[in-house]
């Protein structure tokens, strides 16, 4: 772009953007949106037709292609047009799913879509960030991360953080009524605002000249284009599959070597390890993961949780520490005035009319409290505030923890403080020992107090902290607990989850709410933010495990304690609302922000809560927890039924008998079962003691050494039984027929191997239970063993089997039933071992 707002006034702005400061209306803004596209960075998406060319580009379906290619050159044209059927079947399947997540996952994001403020057509609107254009009007608030570049029109006490941009961490001061040289650097433009920042403090109004990739953040974002980093489990299920697939080519290449001895027909030997080798690789596992993942973030949309980033539902179950605030998470957030004491009313009462930000209807919650507190007196803030106007204001600092004004009163300036009793009392020159005895007994009836104070100056102080100020009163505040808070916390106790309450209020307040609702017990060590300052990070850290309260905390404290923990392998949940949460936020394994917070919180979150509540939290935990047992099952699932095809075949080789499996067999015993039994597996029900077990980091609780055991154990039983089964049919009947009752068996026996895995604990403990925990793994039965009717009865001779007679079917379902009962009975035993070892 040549034209250079930063070096030309805001009417020369104005006039090339062919804007004015009523803004553009609602036509010429849609105008604009078709001709400048969204203000989005990365809108690349990648097209339904590329989905449906990316089915059929891996290896696993060149191979299948390869042997199709192989069928037709030896004329065997059924095989051909069976083998060619399965790949588009598969295809077609794995294109609908993965076009369902992806539409899925757009409606996630919709849910969490930031808006801005505009001005259009005269009058305030609130849009969506990517439909923001050049010439559009628009508005930032403290908290809100700056929505596209921007040529600044009004500035008032606006401070913005552009690390994002420039990495400078210190937040920029800017101004509206300057024109700076055309060769002013990028850090030095004080009139602009760059899409990506983030204000700190005070507020501002521009008009916006580039968006998108036009913008500043736009264009380094195109050139350093990356892939997202794999999570801890995306890495653990690719390593597991690697060496899963080495495994399986071992054993297929070790039967094909034996199969050659054998002096065995090469094609049809050639056919079966192609056909096995694309029934045992897991090259659907990441999309089951992926639907898996979909589902369990539809599901936290209904109950209030919107998932920004997919992955985050990983780390959910696995979550050992929830860092969180107080008000507005563990409280209500509705304040109301409980308590007040003054030496001077009628100051105490000015200084909580004018030093305050808010209106009627908007505002800071305490803000708003105070005003509903004068109304009750029957004091006309609104008055005051006419005829004493603020001159000057020192916007609230999270560091002081207090905020200031100036008035003028009849020519005089006055100088207004509210904020911590600490802070103020420190600026106090009058005695306070009465006031320390009234703040000490309000906070210990968990009242979350702030004093009032106030100084008659000449000048505007150049440092807040050198005015003198006059104590002249304190003010309490009831936020009660809000319901369920206390039941959510003894919930995420039993699970090994620690709670730490991290707050910004006094210490006795600050016990007084966390013995409340369960956080705090005698036992436990409170801190004050300044007392983390005496350790370093390692003696740090054997202090927070038995701290549950840290009070009077900066947003400096919380993202320390958060990287100490997390430095010391702990899984890390974030509340938080405000900008200054932001560095915790970002930096928590899981990121969880308030629906009501601050625009920036909820970019950098992973997740937003639209109830602002621990007990949403703790629900989320456990419906993550669920999400990781169904990703554990699913992995059972299938890696046991292959193990069984493969133990069927091998045993076969090695006892030099006819295969008891043809190539389409398996194939299609891919498509039916696995294929879609797999998918289901993402609708499993909660289980009844997910929270009463300790959390387990994502890699390692989908996978390790007992459900090792268990695949073995599922291959093994499944392998005899078939084997079993094949060889009795062998000698008694023909092997066609054999063929047919094995076949058959092995689907039936996965099935039953379907059934017993959607739940943990026996099946027979608790029928009810286990039948309705996941109804789709029976439908996906039903529908399996329909379409395994039609193969049997209409086409049995493409699928190399005979028609079965009632008796056959009466022994599949036997068979199928013997394997879910010897399992049960291992399940059993486990089960009882277990309690017999809790009891203990």
Known sequence: MDFKPYAKSIEEVLQYLHTSLEGLS????????????????????????????????????????????????????????????IILINGFLGFYQEVKAKASIESLKKLTETKATVIRGGYEAK???????????????????????????????????????????????????????????????KNILFKGTVVVRGKGKGVVYATGKDTEIGKIAEKIKERSPDTPLQKAIKEFSKKWVFLIIGILFFIFLIGLFQGRDFYTLFLLIVSELVSS??????????FILVIGALYLAKRKTLVKYLPSVETLGSATYIVSDKTGTITEGKLKVKDYFSTEKLKLLLGAALCNDAEEDKGDPLDKALLLWLDGLGFDWKKVRKEYPR???????????????????????????????????????????????????MAKKGLKVIAIGYAEIEEIPQSILDVKIKLVGLVGFLDPPKKGVKEAIETAK?????????????????????????????????????????????????????????????????????????????????????????????????????GSGTDAAKEVAKMVITDNNLKVIVDAIRYGRNVILNL????????????????????AFLMNLPLPLHPIQILWIN??????????????????DLMKEKPKRPEKAFFDKKQLRDILFAGFVMTVLILGVFIYFLNKTNLQHAVSMAFTSLIVSQWFNGFQAIITQPFFLNIKKSLSINPYMFIGAAFGFLLQLIITYVFPNWFHMVSLSLTDWFVVFSVGMGFFLIIEFKKWVEFLQFKKNVLR
């Open 26 to 85: 609602w036509s010429e803004a849609k105008k604009r949106l078709e001709l400048f596209g969204k203000n989005e960075i990365d809108n690349e998406e990648e097209s339904n037709i590329f989905i449906l060319i990316r089915q059929f580009s891996n290896p696993l379906v060149y191979i299948l292609i390869f042997a199709a290619f192989i069928t037709f050159l030896m004329g065997d044209y059924l095989d051909t047009g069976i083998i060619t059927g």
């Open 127 to 189: 849009i969506p960030v990517s439909d923001i254009v050049p010439g559009d009007i628009v508005i930032v608030y403290e908290g809100d991360i700056v929505p596209a570049d921007m040529r600044l029109i009004e500035a008032t006490g606006l401070m913005v953080d552009e690390s994002a941009l420039t990495g400078e961490s210190i937040p920029v001061e800017k101004e509206a009524d300057i024109i700076l040289p055309e060769d002013t650097p990028l850090y030095e433009r």
């Open 281 to 290: 690789v897991p090259e659907g596992l990441p999309l089951v993961v992926t």
């Open 391 to 441: 001159i000057w204001e020192y916007p609230f600092d999270t560091k002081l923890r207090l905020m200031a004004t100036v008035n003028n009163i009849y020519g005089k300036k006055f100088l207004f403080v509210k904020g911590a009793f600490e802070t103020l009392s420190m600026m106090a020159e009058n005695d306070i020992s009465e006031f320390k005895i009234r703040h000490d007994n």
């Open 494 to 594: 039993k699970a090994g989850i620690k709670v730490m309450m991290i707050t910004g209020d006094s210490l006795p307040t600050a016990i007084a709410i966390a013995k409340e609702v369960g956080i705090y017990s005698s036992e436990d060590i409170v801190l004050k933010g300044e007392h983390l300052n005496k350790y370093t990070d390692e003696e740090l850290y054997g202090v927070l495990r038995r701290v549950s309260v840290v009070a009077r905390a900066t947003p400096e404290d919380k993202y320390r304690v958060v990287k100490v923990l997390q430095q010391n392998g702990e899984i890390v949940a974030v509340t938080g609302d405000g900008v200054n949460d932001v560095p915790a936020l970002k930096v928590a394994d899981l990121g969880i922000a308030m």
């Open 632 to 651: 554990r099952k699913t992995i059972y699932y299938l890696m046991s039924c292959s193990l069984g095809e493969i133990g069927l075949l091998s045993s």
């Open 671 to 688: 498509l039916v079962t696995e294929g879609v039994q797999d998918k289901t597996f993402a609708f499993n029900k909660e289980e009844k």
